[in-house]
């Protein structure tokens, strides 16, 4: 292999990794903002963080994956 393959190859690899991330971080974007407005037009507004019931569901978050370590909800009172 020379160094003009090797250039080509290094090339190659540098285009389909910029792309990828990319259409990643459009998609993200996209679908993120979707989804948050599917989310605010729900009955009930969220609240202003996550947090766990007693059970362990989440609430007020709307996407799928959750922050660690969110504090627990307060109770209605």
């Known amino acids: 292999m020379g160094w003009g393959d090797f250039a080509k190859g290094s090339v190659v690899v540098l285009v389909v990794t910029v792309a ?3 259409s990643t971080t459009y998609v993200d974007h996209r679908f993120a903002a979707r989804e948050a407005a599917a989310h605010a037009t729900a009955s009930s507004p969220p609240a202003s963080s996550a947090c766990v019931d007693e059970q ?13 370590l969110s504090p627990p909800c307060r109770s209605g009172g």
């Open 20 to 22: 990828g991330y990319l």
């Open 56 to 68: 362990g569901r989440w609430h007020n978050w709307p996407w799928a994956n959750v922050p660690m």
